[in-house]
């Protein structure tokens, strides 16, 4: 069904982010929000394999700093969803039969106001639990000061309080366009901070603070912001904003007005790519 498959698309954009930014995120969200004291990580395969394949989104075998190991999984959900308990279970199984270790185990919820799931489950001679934590619920200033702009920007999906969400986008681009770094990086920082904002209904704010504040940013060089006016796709940052409304049209179902609102663009812009790979198979 298209509407299942365009979930799965969004889902899978989101664990792609979390994916990337994950050794610094596992770090600060196991310290400041679950107040973990690790010593050390170690990766494991995201894979799980017995009699039947399971893929985490993050894993990984820790050690305190009393001396104690024990496995660490965090999944990350963008929605609510009933048979949470019954995966997390299945997980802890998988993961106990692998490791013999102690399993620790997390679910953080990034979608709209607070988890609805359950977090436990209860049948007759068995009982499971893990721990849910709603980001919506986290302090945005745990996010805001943080030293790593990766960290930074997820400050747009905590509790902003009484603080003006123009202002801490604002200040989030200001922080990755002070960074002595490439502009391609700076470019995949944003194109991250698009995908966050999303999440929030944010957008005109970001486009906004992109403008003031993002001095590697040319409004007439971006496809993003183009508003479906490109003559061409150039070099660079440029080219990686034309892959990727490329990529949402050759990997999902999406229309166009559901890839022109991912990508921030214009309807236009969307058509002009899409007739540029129709042109590309004939």
């Known amino acids: 069904m298209p509407n299942e498959k365009n979930r799965l698309t969004e889902t899978a954009i989101y664990d792609k982010l979390f994916r990337e930014i994950s050794p610094v995120f596992l770090t600060v969200f196991a310290e400041k929000v679950l107040g973990l004291d690790i010593v050390e990580y170690s990766e494991l395969k995201d894979k799980l394999q017995i009699t039947r394949q399971k893929e985490t989104d993050s894993l990984r075998k820790a050690r305190d700093r009393k001396g104690d190991t024990f496995i660490f999984q965090l999944e990350i ?3 609510n969803e009933p048979d949470m308990p019954e ?12 490791h013999r270790l102690p399993v620790r185990q997390y679910v953080l919820y990034i979608g709209p106001g607070k988890a609805d799931m359950p977090d436990r489950l209860e049948l007759p001679g068995f009982s499971f639990r ?3 934590v709603s980001f919506s619920d986290l302090p945005h200033e745990l996010f805001l000061d943080a030293e790593h702009t990766e960290i930074q920007m997820l400050a747009l999906l905590g509790n902003l ?6 202002e801490v986008t604002e200040r989030i681009v200001r922080a990755i366009d002070s960074q002595p770094t490439p502009v391609g990086e700076k470019y995949k920082r944003i194109n991250q901070l698009r995908i966050l904002s999303q999440l929030r209904n944010f957008t005109p704010q970001l486009e906004a603070a992109m ?10 060089r971006d496809p993003f912001y183009k508003r479906g006016q490109a003559k061409g796709i150039e070099k660079g940052a440029e080219q990686k904003s034309y892959e990727f409304v490329r990529n949402l049209i050759q990997s999902t179902e999406f229309d166009d007005a559901k890839i022109a609102s991912l990508a921030v663009v214009e309807v236009t812009f969307v ?5 540029d790979l129709g042109k590309k198979k004939k």
């Open 77 to 79: 959900q963008k929605e």
């Open 87 to 98: 995966r997390m279970a299945d997980y802890y199984i998988l993961l106990h039969r692998l």
């Open 130 to 132: 893990y721990t849910l």
């Open 161 to 166: 309080a009484n603080a003006d969400p123009y």
């Open 211 to 220: 403008l003031k504040a993002a001095t590697f940013f040319k409004e007439e």
């Open 271 to 275: 058509q002009k790519v899409r007739a």
